[in-house]
């Protein structure tokens, strides 16, 4: 069965950083696209980030290109996302996912629908 664990939220000011973790067991890591996704109350999901699985591609969305940075440890199973620059916009729910298609990433991996496992989420607050 796979799990997903997302850790690091929290409150920060503007212009503050912090840095998710999204630890995951029960599969093969290396073998999976992972994906960052957001929601803020009243909102779609957002997506945020996906990194292939060797980590060698990334694909950032609009409103945090530039300013967040996903990574992956293939050897402690585990994604990132590391995020600066925080504005009171970013305030969400932050959401690890696994992409259902096996070893491949395309234009599609920014969509929610592509991604079958996903983590409870964890709270992310910016403050003004």
């Known amino acids: 069965q796979v799990q997903l664990a997302e850790s690091g939220g929290g409150l920060v000011q503007a212009g503050g950083s912090l840095r998710l973790s999204c630890a995951a067991s029960?599969?093969?890591?290396?073998?999976?696209?992972m994906g960052w996704f957001r929601q803020a109350p009243g909102k779609e999901r957002e997506f945020v980030a996906f990194?292939?699985?060797?980590?060698?591609?990334?694909n950032y969305g609009d409103s945090v290109k530039g300013r967040f940075t996903i990574s992956r440890d293939n050897s402690k199973n585990t994604v990132y996302v590391q995020m600066n620059s925080l504005k009171p916009e970013d305030t969400a729910v932050y959401y690890c996912?696994?992409?259902?298609?096996?070893?491949?990433?395309?234009?599609?991996?920014?969509?929610?629908?592509?991604?079958?496992?996903w983590g409870q989420g964890t709270q992310v607050t910016v403050s003004s």
């Open positions: 996912a696994v992409q259902r298609r096996l070893r491949t990433y395309d234009s599609r991996s920014s969509r929610p629908e592509e991604y079958n496992v």
């Open positions: 029960g599969l093969t890591f290396s073998s999976y696209t």
């Open positions: 990194i292939s699985g060797s980590g060698r591609s990334t």
